[in-house]
């Protein structure tokens, strides 16, 4: 039986006993390829961010917050996963201190400093078993395709989601979402925007 590791969600990086610093993610995208690989009689792995979503029935979910605890917890299950797939929306900075209790508005301005988190996805490219594949998401703004590409490249993987966050109906926290999905080698497949279920479906039979 074939294992995927399957990371969804936002993570939260605290500032203090209170507040964090997080993103838009719903964690639906991950959450609906965890679904797909279940119905291919996969045995599934999921790592969540926060989210208000049910765990898709037969998946095993392992919860947590930051993106330190998100990357300890990979490292721990990829080492037996035959296929990775990184749709969590994992920080890329983090305040360099977490203040204990609740910082006070006593000053005018607050200058908050971050420092960058590790870049699990690379980490996991740099480590890579001979036929383990990788799948990586990227959230662009622009210059999709280009931007994509080079992430592929950089973080040595087999494939990437190419997902336009631009507009509003597709991409991060709504139903629906429309990907690329660039292989290593080959043709680059384009997956029309449609429910996520739908989408992920089309992701699994890809890397299958
Ligand atoms: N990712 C990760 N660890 C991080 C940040 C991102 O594993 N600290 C993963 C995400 O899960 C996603 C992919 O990397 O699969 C895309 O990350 P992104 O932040 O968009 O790429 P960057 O290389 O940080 O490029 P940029 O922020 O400049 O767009």
Known sequence: ?????????????????????????????????????????????LISGPTNLPTPHGVTRIDVDSAAAMATEVYRYAPEADFIVMAAAVA???PVQTFSGKIKKNVTSFLLELEPTEDILATLGKNKRPNQILLGFAAETSQLIEHATKK??????????????????????????EITLIPRHGAPVHIPNDYKLAVARRIIAAIQ
């Open 152 to 177: 592929l490249k950089r973080k040595n993987l087999d494939w990437i989601a190419a997902n336009d966050v631009s507009r509003s109906d597709r991409g991060f926290d709504v139903d629906t979402n």
């Open 1 to 45: 039986m074939k294992r995927v590791l399957i990371t969804a969600g936002p993570t939260r990086e605290a500032i203090d006993t209170v507040r964090y610093i997080s993103n838009r993610s719903s964690g639906k995208m991950g959450y609906a390829i965890a679904e797909a690989a279940i119905e291919q009689g996969w045995k599934v792995t």
């Open 92 to 94: 890329d900075y983090r």
